[in-house]
């Protein structure tokens, strides 16, 4: 985002590596800063693919701000639900 400054969009879970989000795991492993320098975490669905381990995320960047589409609508979640 520039000016030493992360997002992180959706999570992916690292197997070989315990299970923590790989998010994590690579911008730890580059010196960074997570709790201070992850400003922005996106969750753009809610398939285990991208948002399993979102949680371990939030807990280690406080200093980020958490969005979702507005798809996530609880009405449009169940409307499409039977679809996944």
Sequence with gaps: ????????????IDR???GRPAALEFL???GLDVANQVV???ATHWHDDHVKGLAAI??????????TSTAL????F???????
């Design 28 to 30: 730890e492993a580059i």
């Design 58 to 67: 939030v807990r280690s960047c406080p200093s980020a701000r958490v969005v």
């Design 1 to 12: 985002m520039g000016d030493g400054l992360w997002a992180i969009v959706d999570s992916c």
């Design 40 to 42: 922005l975490i996106a």
């Design 78 to 84: 169940f409307k499409t639900r039977g679809n996944l």
């Design 73 to 76: 609508k609880s009405d449009e």
């Design 16 to 18: 070989d590596n315990g």
